[in-house]
């Protein structure tokens, strides 16, 4: 079956840790995207990419990273310089170029312990 | 100015009536808009898109755009308790990397 999938659903971070979380597609799709969401909130976008090898930030791309070595992969970093990072990650992804709806992960749960 | 902007809510609805949300965005030249709604800890899912002035329905969901007014909205009709969740209202703006936007979302609930 075709899809996003995150990886881990959980994760705990120790002050002053780097964690990554994994986000693989197989759906073929150019674009992917990375968000947080807060309680109570909507989607703040971090990080972009529409091709390999390339990605834009977003609106609060400070204290994270990414890499897009791979089509199907999108992995995003929480850097320890990202003070507050406890929130709901969520990746997305989509046919690049085109006016379709963007297609998401189960999302990471990332908690600061 | 947010890009994308929703009423928070929470927004009570009896159970058959008609609930109403309304999105209004701030990048005219966006190109096509959705509706995803989200249950609590979950990931969103597409309810609608709709990319055209006017009236875009299925099943008991409508989509309503107005460019001109820089709006979108969403009805839902004969409201039922599992729809209640939170509804984002997402713009694909212009910008060349194909850029969502998403609203802070309305909350929905539907009471028996």
């Known amino acids: 079956d075709g899809g996003i999938t995150q990886s881990p659903k959980y994760l705990f971070r120790k002050e002053g840790q780097n964690v990554t979380l994994s986000c693989e597609q197989n759906l073929n799709h150019d674009a992917m995207y990375w968000y947080r969401q807060d309680p109570g909130q909507g989607l703040r976008l971090i990080y972009y990419?529409?091709?390999?090898?390339?990605?834009q930030k977003g609106d609060i791309a400070e204290g994270y990273s990414v890499s897009r070595e791979k089509k199907e992969s999108f992995p995003l970093t929480v850097t320890s310089a990202q003070k507050n990072p406890t929130a709901f990650y969520l990746c997305?992804?989509?046919?690049?170029?085109?006016?379709?709806?963007?297609?998401f992960g189960q999302g990471t749960r990332l908690t600061v312990v | 100015q947010k890009e994308v902007e929703q009423n928070s809510g929470p927004l009570s609805v009896p159970e058959g009536a008609i609930a109403s949300l309304n999105c209004t965005y701030s990048d005219r030249g966006s190109q096509s808009f959705f509706w995803y709604r989200q249950y609590s800890g979950k990931s969103p899912e597409l309810i609608m898109f709709?990319?055209?002035?006017g009236d875009k329905e299925d099943g008991r969901f409508t989509a309503q755009l107005n460019k001109a007014s820089q709006y979108v909205s969403l009805l839902i009709r004969d409201s039922q308790p599992s729809d209640s969740a939170t509804y984002l209202c997402a713009v694909l703006t212009t910008d060349s990397w194909g850029k969502f936007q998403f609203g802070a979302g309305t909350q929905v609930v539907v009471t028996p």
């Open positions: 990419s529409q091709i390999v090898n390339d990605f």
């Open positions: 709709i990319y055209s002035n």
């Open positions: 997305a992804s989509k046919v690049a170029n085109s006016i379709t709806e963007a297609f």
